[in-house]
């Protein structure tokens, strides 16, 4: 499950984005003080958002947000501001947010922006965490038994392939260098020539490409490597 941290002090608001985020498939955790706040993703490390009101009883949300990047972490953290507190952005920034949200805000607003901020955490390797799957188009890769399918169709991948399947779908819609793939796939020792890379990725490509001759899913980067992305 995808879980969000939600810290507002206002219940009507709170339920409010609870609901709107329960309906686009994320597990809301809620906290109405800051120290709950912290607390909570103790408890889950497995939140990658938090949303997080600035105007709070106690501690506010700009130093909610100074004490979770001082504990290391890396969470995409998004700031609910008041219209009047326009300023308020700069200091989020500042604190460490990624992002704010002013309020009154539209569900569509919130959920698109939790969206983006979650794909740029690396939501989909804690979804593969929680559940052993990645999945992307067509495809379905179970990263406890190392296994593809497309189209719910089983896939037989050597574990070379399965890595570099792996790689790409941690990494979809971004180049990644042929040197890039080698050090992530083969390890760094790896001294061998950079063909391998482009060797496995044909093989790769008559194994899951719709027409092998025109590659859709493994595109070329002319010159630099491949992506993943359709
Ligand atoms: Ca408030």
């Given at each position: 499950?995808?879980?969000?941290?939600?810290?507002?002090?206002?219940?009507?608001?709170?339920?409010?984005?609870?609901?709107?985020?329960?309906?686009?498939?994320?597990?809301?955790?809620?906290?109405e003080t800051g120290e709950q706040a912290l607390?909570?993703?103790?408890?889950?490390?497995?939140?990658?958002?938090?949303?997080?009101?600035?105007?709070?009883?106690?501690?506010?949300?700009f130093e909610v947000c100074r004490r979770i990047r001082a504990s290391g972490s890396?969470?995409?953290?998004?700031?609910?501001?008041?219209?009047s507190q326009e300023m308020?952005?700069?200091?989020?920034?500042?604190?460490?947010?990624d992002d704010y949200v002013t309020k009154p805000?539209?569900?569509?607003?919130?959920?698109?922006?939790?969206?983006?901020?979650y794909r740029r955490t690396g939501g989909s390797e804690q979804d593969e965490a929680a559940n052993g799957e990645l999945v992307s188009g067509p495809f379905k890769?179970?990263?406890?038994?190392?296994?593809l399918e497309k189209n719910g169709e089983r896939i037989r991948l050597t574990q070379i392939e399965y890595s570099i399947m792996k790689l790409f779908m941690d990494n979809a819609g971004k180049a990644l260098s042929r040197e890039d793939i080698l050090n992530e796939v083969w390890g760094r020792n790896y001294f061998g020539e950079l063909k391998i890379v482009d060797v496995n990725i044909r093989r790769l490509r008559?194994?899951?490409?719709?027409?092998?001759?025109?590659?859709?899913?493994?595109?070329?980067v002319w010159g630099y490597g491949y992506k993943w992305g359709f």
């Open positions: 499950m995808k879980k969000v941290l939600i810290l507002e002090d206002e219940s009507s608001i709170r339920s409010f984005v609870v609901i709107n985020l329960k309906r686009s498939g994320y597990e809301p955790v809620e906290a607390e909570e993703l103790k408890k889950n490390p497995d939140i990658r958002v938090a949303l997080l009101d600035v105007m709070l009883p106690d501690i506010d949300g890396k969470i995409g953290i998004i700031m609910l501001t008041a219209k308020d952005k700069v200091t989020g920034l500042m604190t460490g947010a805000f539209s569900p569509a607003e919130l959920t698109a922006r939790i969206d983006a901020l890769l179970n990263t406890r038994n190392r296994t008559i194994k899951i490409e719709d027409d092998p001759t025109i590659p859709s899913y493994i595109t070329t």
